[in-house]
């Protein structure tokens, strides 16, 4: 369950990119390969957890699992391939480069910016 | 640039609200510890190996006969990390090295701020090689960067020989992978260590795998041979690189590749 330990390295980043200018964090999208070593579904149940007292609170998240891609270098041809068989999809050979798959990424934050608060607050 | 963390920041947003685009690896932080781990590693011409397995697949006892035929050579440390108790750092101990125990307590795996402080307890000055011995684990470890020069897994044969295929983040890491336990082989007959080098294989990892047993003393020789080598391999590059980040060249893969 290292899932909680790579939410809180999130929420970190969130506050470092968002932290000055954002009064709540309404949304994440991050981008998670299957050779990321990361589970979506425990990232997205772990989430809620670490964002509790922080600036991320209440926002929701949103996972774009990616393919695995691989490229052969005998024959050069693409291929999704599954995560356990990056082998060549037309010669069948296992010399291949992974071009996609292995990515754990923070996409995008949309965040209220903090003038909004000001206004809100004198409301 | 966004300061902090060196990943791509673009702004857009409308009067009351903002969406960021970043495009940075999550776990920056943990690449960022790992990275100055490399750089104490490499002034010091220290080689790190990071030893992954599940837990009881054999990497203390592995350790205990490989500590033994290198002490003649090369000045070795080990850093252990386990759940609970330091009863292997004793064991190492027994055998004239100094160890360093990290619990973790109820973490599953080390991660590159935990190994930067343990190092605060090795005399690396004085040292040659330092063997991480992470928490038996065969998923969350894989995931995090230590600042190692070389990632070695360990799978013994009573696991079954299709455990690359389930543990693909982990296997695909390896630069080594070491079938354990192979004095076993004549009671276990249905692991086939073709058919685990074909899994290694399957996940385009050109890693050479090697069967033995540090019980029985089974073919450590080429274990010996391959640590030797890469122990020369990296040391060249320590010696002949002002750019001490060898093995972290390529940002996307946060493992170092096989050079």
Redesign the interface.
């Known amino acids: 369950m290292h899932e909680l330990a790579i939410c809180q390295a999130l929420i970190a980043q969130i506050e470092d990119i968002a932290g000055q200018r954002a009064s709540r964090v309404r949304h994440v999208c991050l981008g998670v390969g299957p050779l990321s070593g990361v589970e979506p579904r425990l990232l997205e149940n772990a989430y809620p957890l670490v964002c509790a007292g922080t600036i991320a609170e209440g926002s929701q998240i949103e996972i774009e699992e990616t393919d695995v891609r691989v490229r052969c270098r005998v024959c050069g041809a693409e291929a999704i391939v599954a995560p356990n068989r990056l082998l060549c999809g037309t010669c069948g050979d296992w010399h291949t480069d992974l071009l996609a798959g292995d990515e754990l990424l923070l996409l995008r934050i949309e965040f209220e910016t903090r003038e909004d608060a000001v206004e809100a607050s004198h409301v | 640039m966004?300061e902090?963390?060196g990943?791509t920041?673009t702004q857009t947003?409308t009067?009351?609200?903002?969406?960021?685009?970043?495009?940075?690896?999550?776990?920056?932080?943990?690449d960022r510890v790992a990275a100055h781990n490399r750089d104490h590693f490499n002034s010091h011409r220290v080689v790190a190996f990071n030893l992954m397995s599940s837990p009881g697949a054999g990497k203390t006892a592995l350790l205990e006969a490989t500590i033994d035929a290198l002490k003649a050579d090369f000045r070795v440390a080990v850093i252990e990390g386990d759940l609970e108790t330091d009863n292997d750092a004793r064991r190492i101990r027994a055998h004239g090295v100094p160890a360093v125990q990290i619990t973790t307590g109820s973490?599953?795996?080390l991660?590159a701020r935990m190994i930067h402080d343990a190092l605060h307890d090795l005399p690396l000055s004085q040292l040659d090689i330092v063997f991480i011995e992470n928490v038996g684990n065969l998923?969350?470890p894989?995931?995090?960067d230590l600042g190692q020069h070389r990632n070695v897994v360990l799978l013994s044969m009573t696991e079954g020989d299709d455990k690359?295929?389930?543990y693909?983040?982990?296997f695909?890491a390896a630069d080594l992978v070491l079938l354990t336990k192979m004095d076993l082989s004549p009671v276990m007959d249905d692991f086939d260590p073709l058919r685990a080098e074909k899994?290694v294989?399957?996940?385009?990892n050109?890693a050479p795998v090697i069967p033995l047993s540090a019980r029985k003393a089974m073919n450590l020789e080429a274990w010996d041979a391959w640590l030797r080598a890469e122990v020369a391999r990296i040391r060249t590059l320590q010696d002949t690189t002002s750019e001490p980040h060898e093995a972290h060249h390529n940002g996307?893969?946060h493992h170092p590749a096989v050079a």
Do not use: I, Q, W, Y
């Not at chain 2, 969406?19 to 943990?30: K, Q, S």
């Open positions: 966004c902090t963390c990943c920041v947003g009067e009351d609200a903002a969406t960021v685009e970043v495009m940075g690896r999550l776990l920056n932080a943990n973490a599953c795996h991660d998923v969350c894989a995931s995090f690359p295929a389930k693909p983040v982990m695909r899994a294989r399957d996940l385009a050109a996307h893969h």
